[in-house]
Nanobody
Framework: VQLVESGGGLVQPGGSLRLSCVGSGFTFSRFVMRWYRQAPGKERELVADILSAGGGTNYADSVKGRFTISRDNAKNTVYLQMNNLKPEDTAVYFC???????????WGQGTQVTVSS
């Protein structure tokens, strides 16, 4: 099982990035996919999630209206489009796959996002 994130980097405030997370070794389409982030000295927090079927989504209040989560089950990929980035969005971003109806989770290794002028 693997989850591999990409797309992080350094961006100026107000800029945009799109993160990708590719899953393998499990039935991607059946899993709820989530993006978390962890800033230095802070706890990991849930940013957004998307259901396996139908694509229902939820967002943390801090990113509503700026971030969009989406998935392409044919490509085993979940995305996080991040617009109007702020310095407080600086963190390592992780994707997580959560199995339906049982406590089975997979994590990616994370990708660094730094928002700074």
């Amino acid at each position: 099982v693997q989850l591999v994130e990409s797309g992080g980097g350094l961006v100026q405030p107000g800029g945009s990035l799109r993160l990708s997370c590719v899953g393998s070794g499990f039935t991607f389409s059946r899993f709820v996919m989530r993006w978390y982030r962890q800033a230095p000295g802070k706890e990991r927090e849930l940013v957004a999630d998307i259901l396996s079927a139908g694509g229902g989504t939820n967002y943390a209040d801090s990113v509503k209206g700026r971030f969009t989560i989406s998935r392409d089950n044919a490509k085993n990929t979940v995305y996080l489009q991040m617009n109007n980035l702020k310095p407080e969005d600086t963190a390592v971003y992780f994707c997580k796959a959560a199995a339906p109806s049982r406590p089975l989770y997979y994590w990616g290794q994370g990708t660094q996002v730094t928002v700074s002028s």
